[in-house]
């Protein structure tokens, strides 16, 4: 039988804790010959809160994980006695298996929690927006936004100082939207 992925339902919130519950049982019933990967999907970046930074992992599909698993009666009831888990989605006990171009889709898009490449900030700026600047030496001025450079989490602003634009390359943290 070849294994095939599945989408369990678990409790909200507590996604990493069942898929650490399901890894112990696997070992614990020396299933892990069945067993393939364990997913949850979710992009890692920063968010800017009152002028912080702060790490956030937001969950594309929150109460969910994906399994792939060959199925059978052991390894259903392995799934369905984890703690943290409801159970198979569409079906009590014949699920079907997410078709496998969902699965290249969602892997295509994955960076999964324990693989984060480089962070991405969660707070945009357009070119071309108004923000003011709220810390250092040039508190309280407004600019306009001349470029995003989103992987270092820094914009270009162009603020005007006595009459002359000036570019400063400020930190996400150090502006604000107006």
Known sequence: MAKAWYVVHTYSGYEK???DGLELRIAANDAQDRFGDILIPADTGVEIRNGKKRQVTRRWFPGYILVEVELDNETWHIVKNTPKIT?????SRNPPPVPDHEMVRIKANFA???????ETALTEFDIKEEVRVIAGAFSNMKGVV???FANRAR?????????RSTSLELDFTEVEKL
């Open 17 to 19: 804790k069942a898929k």
């Open 87 to 91: 159970g198979f989605v569409g079906g």
């Open 112 to 118: 999964g929690e324990e693989e984060v490449g480089e």
């Open 146 to 148: 001349e470029e995003v």
């Open 155 to 163: 914009l270009k602003v162009t603020v005007n100082i006595f009459g």
